[in-house]
């Protein structure tokens, strides 16, 4: 069957897939910027990557072009607007908290230890993603027709996933006020 026909019989399908091939390229990628190379790249987490993103990432993604194009079925800067606002309310969260406790279920943490993770990473995760994602999103619901969305957010995405990647590895430090209070109780 071609992949065209499949694609229209499968609509899902095709962000499923291009999402199984980006999220554990963005790893990869990221995994050579942090010096590791094709002998030593950890193809486990590229592996996790390609699950979460084409089984997770990419229906919910889905799901939600599906919901904000049946709410505002108009295609114009105004509307674009409305549905990129809309979304770093509600979907952005939603998906930056999921992408953590997600990928750190994978990785087999333990709940509690996912849930920590989570605290310390999605909400400096998701003032980065305010930063791009409101203009991304007005170009995607304004100017791509609906059937092209999740492919075109795909691709803006694999930046994004590298950034998720590198956020997932990195260890963070505690802000300077925690610092200052722990040297304070010493």
């Given at each position: 069957?071609?992949?065209?026909?499949?694609?229209?019989?499968?609509?899902?399908?095709?962000?499923?897939?291009?999402?199984?091939?980006?999220?554990?390229?963005?790893?990869?990628?990221?995994?050579?910027?942090?010096?590791?190379?094709?002998?030593?790249?950890?193809?486990?987490?590229?592996?996790?990557?390609?699950?979460?993103?084409?089984?997770?990432?990419?229906?919910c993604?889905?799901?939600?072009?599906?919901?904000?194009?049946?709410?505002?079925?108009?295609?114009?800067?105004?509307?674009?607007?409305?549905?990129?606002?809309?979304?770093?309310?509600?979907?952005?969260?939603?998906a930056?908290?999921?992408?953590?406790?997600?990928?750190?279920?994978?990785?087999?943490?333990?709940?509690?230890?996912?849930?920590?993770?989570?605290?310390?990473?999605?909400?400096?995760?998701?003032?980065?993603?305010?930063?791009?994602?409101?203009?991304?999103?007005?170009?995607?619901?304004?100017?791509?027709?609906?059937?092209?969305?999740?492919?075109?957010?795909?691709?803006?995405?694999?930046?994004?996933?590298?950034?998720?990647?590198?956020?997932?590895?990195?260890?963070?430090?505690?802000?300077?006020?925690?610092?200052r209070?722990?040297?304070r109780?010493?």
């Open positions: 069957m071609p992949a065209k026909m499949l694609s229209k019989m499968h609509p899902m399908a095709k962000g499923m897939m291009t999402y199984a091939l980006l999220w554990p390229t963005g790893s990869l990628i990221q995994q050579t910027i942090e010096g590791r190379n094709f002998k030593t790249f950890d193809w486990a987490r590229a592996l996790r990557f390609s699950l979460f993103g084409s089984l997770y990432v990419a229906p993604l889905y799901g939600w072009v599906r919901l904000t194009s049946a709410m505002w079925p108009q295609t114009n800067l105004r509307i674009g607007l409305l549905k990129a606002v809309t979304e770093q309310l509600s979907y952005g969260p939603f930056c908290v999921s992408f953590f406790m997600g990928m750190s279920l994978l990785e087999l943490k333990t709940f509690e230890q996912a849930v920590a993770e989570t605290k310390e990473k999605a909400l400096p995760t998701y003032k980065v993603g305010l930063c791009c994602w409101p203009i991304i999103q007005t170009i995607n619901f304004s100017l791509v027709p609906e059937h092209n969305r999740v492919i075109f957010v795909s691709f803006c995405s694999l930046l994004w996933t590298i950034f998720l990647a590198y956020m997932k590895t990195r260890t963070m430090e505690p802000d300077h006020e925690q610092k209070g722990s040297t109780k010493s």
